[in-house]
T-cell receptor
Framework: NAGVTQTPKFRILKIGQSMTLQCAQD?????MYWYRQDPGMGLKLIYY???????DKGEVPNGYNVSRSTTEDFPLRLELAAPSQTSVYFC?????????????FGPGTRLTVL | RKEVEQDPGPFNVPEGATVAFNCTYS??????FFWYRQDCRKEPKLLMS???SGNEDGRFTAQLNRASQYISLLIRDSKLSDSATYLC??????????FGSGTKLNVKP
């Protein structure tokens, strides 16, 4: 049982390039989330999904897109990378919407845009 | 105004000390509350949920004051291994989680 996995671990992009950050979970969780964490800051929600085929915006969705074609996978797409997107990206999953249910986080992807 | 505010610290304490962190949240409709621990360059991990009646887990005690909209975390008998950043997290609308910036704790021998 791998939990939440993210690839790649590190990536350097040039301004204007695009890339997809991969996230997968093997716990059959319905709810999945993408966050970004800037240095010295808390996590900010980019997008979330309540199940396959359903996604919604979080606090900071601009510059990102997501899709959820299966329960297991929730990729995050950056179309035109900008230096402001330099950050650590965390994916998380949660079994239900129960108020006490915690989120399980992946190890993160460190992205630098130069 | 930020959804969740925390004192960034750092709190530098000796081993065995008791230390307390506070966190305030701005939206009274917030539904559930958590403390997460984040080690340097690692993902956050749940330390404990926070219940209205207060709850304890070993050396850790969490309290919630809905009227004042603040949450606290008390760590007794601090260990070197408690050194980390502690994130206050608030949930609203079931799916939206708001994180504080974290409070850094350094426990010294």
């Amino acid at each position: 049982n791998a939990g939440v996995t993210q690839t790649p671990k590190f990536r350097i992009l040039k301004i204007g390039q695009s890339m997809t950050l991969q996230c997968a979970q093997d716990m059959n969780h319905n709810y999945m989330y993408w966050y970004r964490q800037d240095p010295g800051m808390g996590l900010k929600l980019i997008y979330y999904s309540v199940g396959a085929g359903i996604t919604d915006k979080g606090e900071v969705p601009n510059g990102y897109n997501v899709s959820r074609s299966t329960t297991e996978d929730f990729p995050l797409r950056l179309e035109l990378a900008a230096p402001s997107q330099t950050s650590v990206y965390f994916c998380a999953s949660r079994p239900t919407s129960g108020t006490t249910d915690t989120q399980y986080f992946g190890p993160g992807t460190r992205l630098t845009v130069l | 105004r930020k959804e969740v505010e925390q004192d960034p610290g750092p709190f530098n304490v000796p081993e065995g000390a008791t230390v307390a962190f506070n966190c305030t949240y701005s939206n009274s409709a917030s539904q559930s509350f958590f403390w997460y621990r984040q080690d340097c360059r690692k993902e956050p991990k749940l330390l404990m949920s926070v219940y209205s009646s207060g709850n304890e887990d070993g050396r850790f005690t969490a309290q919630l004051n809905r009227a004042s909209q603040y949450i606290s975390l008390l760590i007794r008998d601090s260990k070197l291994s408690d050194s980390a950043t502690y994130l206050c997290v608030v949930n609203r609308n079931f799916n939206k989680f708001y994180f504080g910036s974290g409070t850094k704790l350094n426990v010294k021998p």
